[in-house]
């Protein structure tokens, strides 16, 4: 019987975010264009051997630093390890899913920012449900996983397809795009956490006018033409989240200023991603915003999801 498993996950940036209003359910109905990134977590799963002691205390969960430094001792410290981690809430729907208890470790080497708009802790929550997929050999289909992922949060689904993809619904609906090619991207986390909530809740207060961006940018994606996908990115939450949180508006304008081809707020943020022709240019622009951010990172697209890996 397997005794752990290893489990990498991207995160996700969005290269567009049209909201198209709220939903009776207090959700909002979106449509976004998902792009993963080489920027991950690493989860090892661990069964406990059965003993009564850990019978309905859900997983344990450690959290550390992950290989790129990303996140900081200090910046893991705020996470919960109690029922409302998003990997509890993967592990309790998988249990009431099969009727099986599932003793477990979870062991998060996170490189993915938290709080920072790039999906990290439903990102965790995917690679949760993959691992406890694999070590108890349950058989689950991606799409069977994703429908219980959608259940813990809406950008969980994403993780089973990863690349790129066409989110609706709360985002939970997942068509796969043709990916473009390995893009380089700057990706940067100005110091603040962001509640998503509460940018959704401020987008129902702001004055609303759609970009409607992600025809466009499907279809600079289809034609795998950079320039226009630069051109054609958009997010419906930036104008909130910078006029809530400056410190994002002044990125915004300083990686513009400083010539990115195409700049963008990711999900409610704080992050922030400039589009680069190289990582020449991606190193540039980060230090040209270097005294603004806490993170930093100049990486790929990624045309994976959430993976096992064989160690
Ligand atoms: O689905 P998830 O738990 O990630 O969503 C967190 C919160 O973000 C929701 O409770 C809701 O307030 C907001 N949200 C939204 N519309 C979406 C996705 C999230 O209003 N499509």
Same mark, same amino acid.
């Given at each position: 019987m397997q005794k752990s498993v290893t489990i990498c996950v991207p995160a996700k940036v969005n290269l567009s975010l049209d909201v198209l209003g709220p939903r009776p359910d207090g959700y909002h109905e979106l449509v976004s264009v998902m792009q993963a990134i080489r920027l991950y977590d690493t989860l090892v799963l661990e069964r406990i051997p059965d003993h009564p002691a850990v019978k309905g205390h859900g997983p344990v969960i450690e959290l550390a630093p992950g #290989? *790129?430094? +990303?996140?900081s001792q200090e910046a893991l /410290? !705020? !996470? #919960? *390890? &109690?029922? +409302?981690?998003h990997i509890s809430k993967a592990v309790r729907a998988m249990e009431n899913k099969t009727g099986t208890p599932f003793p477990v470790r979870v062991k998060v080497f996170k490189d993915i920012p938290v709080a @920072?708009? *790039? @999906?990290g802790g439903s990102a965790d929550a995917a690679a949760a449900i993959c691992g406890l997929n694999e070590l108890w050999g349950l058989g689950l289909s991606r799409q069977e996983m994703a429908d219980l992922g959608s259940e813990v949060g /809406? &950008? !969980? #689904?994403?993780f089973f397809f990863g690349g790129t993809a066409l989110a609706t619904g709360r985002g939970e609906h997942i068509r796969q795009l043709r990916y473009p090619g390995d893009w380089h991207i700057l990706v940067v986390k100005p110091p603040l956490s962001v509640s998503t909530p509460f940018i959704y809740k401020a987008y129902d207060h702001y004055p609303q006018c759609s970009s409607d961006c992600t025809q466009g940018v499907i279809a600079a994606l289809e034609a795998g033409d950079f320039v226009s996908a630069c051109r054609s990115l958009g997010n419906d939450l930036q104008p909130v989240t910078s006029s809530h949180f400056p410190i994002v508006a002044r990125v915004l304008a300083r990686l513009k200023e400083a010539g990115a081809p195409g700049v963008c707020l990711s999900g409610s943020g704080p992050s922030v991603y400039a589009l680069v022709d190289s990582p020449e240019q991606g190193q540039d622009l980060r230090s040209a915003v270097e005294d603004l951010v806490e993170v930093a990172v100049v990486t790929k697209f990624c045309s994976l999801g959430v993976e096992t890996l064989c160690v």
């Amino acid at each position: 019987m397997q005794k752990s498993v290893t489990i990498c996950v991207p995160a996700k940036v969005n290269l567009s975010l049209d909201v198209l209003g709220p939903r009776p359910d207090g959700y909002h109905e979106l449509v976004s264009v998902m792009q993963a990134i080489r920027l991950y977590d690493t989860l090892v799963l661990e069964r406990i051997p059965d003993h009564p002691a850990v019978k309905g205390h859900g997983p344990v969960i450690e959290l550390a630093p992950g #290989p *790129l430094g +990303t996140c900081s001792q200090e910046a893991l /410290s !705020v !996470v #919960p *390890l &109690d029922e +409302t981690n998003h990997i509890s809430k993967a592990v309790r729907a998988m249990e009431n899913k099969t009727g099986t208890p599932f003793p477990v470790r979870v062991k998060v080497f996170k490189d993915i920012p938290v709080a @920072a708009g *790039l @999906a990290g802790g439903s990102a965790d929550a995917a690679a949760a449900i993959c691992g406890l997929n694999e070590l108890w050999g349950l058989g689950l289909s991606r799409q069977e996983m994703a429908d219980l992922g959608s259940e813990v949060g /809406s &950008d !969980v #689904p994403f993780f089973f397809f990863g690349g790129t993809a066409l989110a609706t619904g709360r985002g939970e609906h997942i068509r796969q795009l043709r990916y473009p090619g390995d893009w380089h991207i700057l990706v940067v986390k100005p110091p603040l956490s962001v509640s998503t909530p509460f940018i959704y809740k401020a987008y129902d207060h702001y004055p609303q006018c759609s970009s409607d961006c992600t025809q466009g940018v499907i279809a600079a994606l289809e034609a795998g033409d950079f320039v226009s996908a630069c051109r054609s990115l958009g997010n419906d939450l930036q104008p909130v989240t910078s006029s809530h949180f400056p410190i994002v508006a002044r990125v915004l304008a300083r990686l513009k200023e400083a010539g990115a081809p195409g700049v963008c707020l990711s999900g409610s943020g704080p992050s922030v991603y400039a589009l680069v022709d190289s990582p020449e240019q991606g190193q540039d622009l980060r230090s040209a915003v270097e005294d603004l951010v806490e993170v930093a990172v100049v990486t790929k697209f990624c045309s994976l999801g959430v993976e096992t890996l064989c160690v």
